[in-house]
């Protein structure tokens, strides 16, 4: 930090003699005891100061601003030191600027910067609803024309001078300033951009100031002003080509590429908007440059511009000579009249034909298979030119299974006109089954089915390496399922029967692990020649090891019921980098053990618990010793400790602790809450849960009073606002399928339910093709799960609870799987160790006759200023028990609470203790998701 030197300061201290002090003057001001005496001495001596010893002592010392603001003087330091020295010449204080004229204190004004480099000219331009002409005036009048310069061509952190920020609002000074200092339009700043990259277009009687030499730079990424130009939408560009000395300067530009290979021009007539212009830009040339321009056109940037009619006159004068002959050749090329074809219709393709091409050239042009196929493409189907070129060109085929229309026109001549082994050729080249948009996608298949063997089908979905994708999973493992019969004809029909059943379980599947392990190549891995459905799948898709393990029925389920999380399973252990080591440690053992030792060692992907499961997979007893040494070697907790939460709880528990681990090793600084409250008995833990649960006596006594009533279930229709999503979803679906297909009726649905959702689902269901089945029939079971569901009890038990078996398995139940289930793979779910051990949470809950959570919902207690308050957090489980568990909870709260929140947020903060994170969905007071104590 710069210093100034001053020889001597006197001060009176009480108690002290005077005495003469030698230092430097920022330093004294900054330690002086005396806050007023420190801001005088500031002001007197405050001029002379740089403005970063200014800023550093108002930094340090904010105090000493209440004894500068009641002077002039020392609102200038102020403005000085913040960096707001734009408010001494606004807002009427002008005869502020003008006392300081003349002194060297002016000069410090003006010549100073803010933090991020700006003059006064550059915070002046920034407001451009103050007129500062008058500011200006005395600022110039007080400079030297070196200084003004030197001001003028300042810049600031990002090299903008004060011209970058005029030119965007135009204050009145613009003119006379570019007319002394024209140079100005050639400084770049960080971005290589020139004030003129940012010159709105509005500006026309300001064009003839800018030097000719300004139009050729460019920016870091080698666009032009005409490219900044194109953001404010062309509109008037007409007047920068005004001249020939302008239309010169500009050609080069207006055709120069940036990085990424785009002229402006070719930028220009990317926009929709902007194309209307273009006649414009064009005939704004002097006319000896228009032949100039289209000698640099290229067929990137005529296949925008030719689309418009309105251009066409521009062109047709030109066509004379070799130009003429340049732009027939531009115009033919496929590459334009595709894009033509593509962006607005066959109409317009034949009314700009005939404006430059002969008969001759048109017949040619529109029977290549190159434009025919982009016509088909875009559903414009010429029959009478589709009859004049030769069928089995694939291009043909290419073009039309982009849409529907075009197909059906196609096949229908392809049929007439080719042989069966043509079209069969035809098909068996293709490679495009993947790219089938899902309305053509059957049509195609059903077309397909007429001219190749099941095996040739099953290669369409083989050729190429490729994962199915969306509507195609549904669509092509339904057809799968129904070529199985003919490709598998040496196993009986029960055989036949499963294994079309897995490869449709398999293939419908949408979770992207297991997509990406069972791609349409597993369809070429099977054995389709065995004679029994595990010798075709198991050994030739996963090997014989894992072929053995997994073709036991207690491992994947029995025929035709395997269980999605083993598919899952296995689709990572496919995937594993490490696999061999994995099969080579589990090979010796039995199938079902084998089975858990590779479903523990897939739950997590810490290597310390992978290491223990194969260490122990010998054992019997294998997962509970990986658990234990787990807990001791992994999480540092004592073996009295693990013991005693052993004994604490049943195994179907243990087994729920050992897969909620991962979460406290991702947290290990709440693994002692976990000791303590998971090893203390029930009564033990209440007493712990309660301890420091300070509000008044009735409020603790209804909050910690254990509810529970038994009810008897009887569910009635519901119509929620999302059925009508569905049946809408559904009815759309049938029409992209066949648009003579029935349309289901959300008034009749509401009026006759289940009866009629049957019987239209079975009308359906005949009227289509099997392998479109799995494609609607998710939307059926979405539509039917809105009725009275056959799933849920008749005979529930409303809880309100603190219990920890339950508050532990809130995210787990037969229609709850959430972030907060012990085996969820996020470490989110550490939130129930917070629920599980602070007393302002509890959960309601229905639950059946087996303890399982059919519907819940955590409860809070906060505190507010008003009072307390209680918060019912968003419910999970069956929607069609959310009226019924709604009405009891409003039972309960009315019962002692004044004043609650249903399922939504709420004021407050939470009462009690909070040992450990706590979950919410709905926000308490200005926090939500994972609460961590404070």
Known sequence: MRRYKIPEIRIWRKGFRKKEIGEDVTSFILHHPNSKRAAQLLLKHGEQLPLEDLYHILQKRPELEKWLVD??????????????????????????????????????????????????????????????????????????????????????????????????????????????????????????????????????????????????????EGGSFLESLRFAGWKGVAPFMSSLERAEALLEPLFSSSEEGETPFFMLTKQEKDLYTVKELISSFPPSYQERFWEKATPDLLKRALILPSLCPTIKPLLKGEIKDHIRRIVLSPQVVNYIVSRESMVLLERWSRLYLSQEERSRLFTQPEILSTALSYGYIKEKELRQVPLDNPLLLEGAINNLKAFKVLTTLMEERLTPEQIRKLLSQSNHIFRIPEDVLPHYLTFAEKYLSPEQLLGLFTKEERYIVDFQRLIIAGYVKRLVPALASNMSEKDQATLSYILGFILEDNRPRVIDAFSPMLLKKINWKASSWKEAFFTPVLGPVLGRIFSQKEVLGKR????????????????????????????????????????????????????????YRSKKNFLEEVA???????????????????????????????????????????????????????????????????????????????????????????????????????????????????????????????????????????????????????????????????????????????????????????????????????????????????????????????????????????????????????????????????????????????????????????????????????????????????
């Open 560 to 615: 035709g019921k395997w269980n999605r999380d083993d598919l899952l399973l296995l689709s990572e252990l496919l995937q594993d980098e490490n696999k061999e080591k994995v099969i080579k440690a589990v090979e010796d053992l039995s199938p079902k053990h084998a089975y858990r030792v590779l479903k523990a060692y897939y739950s997590r992907e810490d290597e310390f618990w992978r290491e223990l499961v194969l260490r």
């Open 71 to 220: 002077s002039a003087e020392g609102r200038f330091l102020l403005s000085m030191a913040k960096g707001d020295i734009h408010l001494l010449s606004a807002e009427g204080q002008l005869k502020m600027l003008k006392k300081a004229a003349g002194t060297p204190f002016f000069k410090k004004i003006v010549f100073s910067v803010t933090p991020l480099g700006k003059t006064l000219l550059h915070l002046m331009a920034e407001d451009p609803y103050t007129d500062y002409t008058e500011h200006l005036s005395i600022i110039q009048n007080n400079l030297s024309p070196e200084e003004w310069k030197q001001l003028v061509m300042a810049t600031d952190n990002k090299g903008n001078t004060w011209l970058h920020y005029l030119i965007t609002d135009f204050p009145v000074y613009f003119r006379p300033l570019v007319k002394q200092h024209p140079e100005l339009f050639l400084v770049q700043n960080h971005l290589g951009h020139t004030p003129l990259h940012y010159a709105p277009i509005l500006w026309k009687e300001n064009v003839e100031l800018v030097p000719p030499e300004a139009y050729k730079l460019t920016d870091n």
């Open 628 to 934: 234990k040494e787990y807990l001791s070697r992994g999480l540092k907790i004592k073996r009295k400790e693990i013991e005693r939460i052993f004994a604490r709880f049943d195994k179907k528990m243990i087994r729920h602790i050992e897969d909620w681990m991962d979460a406290l090793a991702e947290h290990p600084e709440y693994v002692r809450v976990f000791v303590k409250f998971f090893s203390l008995s029930p009564e033990d833990y209440r007493r712990e849960r309660y301890k420091g649960f300070q509000v008044p006596p009735p409020l603790r006594e209804a909050w910690m009073k254990e509810y529970e009533q038994h009810l008897s279930v009887e569910l009635k229709n519901s119509r929620p606002e999302e059925l009508a999503h569905f049946v809408s979803r559904l009815n759309r679906y049938l029409e992209k399928i066949d648009e003579e297909l029935p349309q289901l009726s959300l008034s009749t649905l509401e009026e006759r339910g289940l009866e009629y959702l049957r019987k239209f689902e079975n009308e359906v269901l005949k009227r289509i093709p099997s392998y479109l089945h799995p494609l609607i029939k998710q939307d059926f079971n979405e539509i039917r799960s809105f009725f009275t569901s056959q799933e849920i009890p008749s005979q529930l038990t409303f809880l309100f609870t603190d219990k920890l078996e339950l508050l532990f398995m809130m995210g787990k139940g037969p229609k709850i799987d959430s972030c907060q289930a012990p085996n969820h793979p996020s470490s989110v779910k550490i939130g129930v160790l917070g629920a599980i051990t602070s007393p302002a949470v509890k959960m309601m809950a229905m639950v059946d006759e087996e303890g399982r959570i059919m519907i819940r919902a955590k409860v809070f207690l906060l505190r507010t200023n008003e009072g307390y308050v209680v918060m019912v957090d968003r419910p999970y489980g069956y929607r069609e028990l959310l009226p019924l568990f709604e009405k009891h909870v409003r039972e309960v709260l009315e019962g002692w609470i004044d004043k609650y929140y249903l399922f939504t947020s709420a004021p407050g903060k939470l009462v009690g203790p909070q040992r450990a994170p706590i979950y919410s969905d709905e926000w308490i007071g200005d926090a939500q998701g994972l609460i961590r104590p404070d």
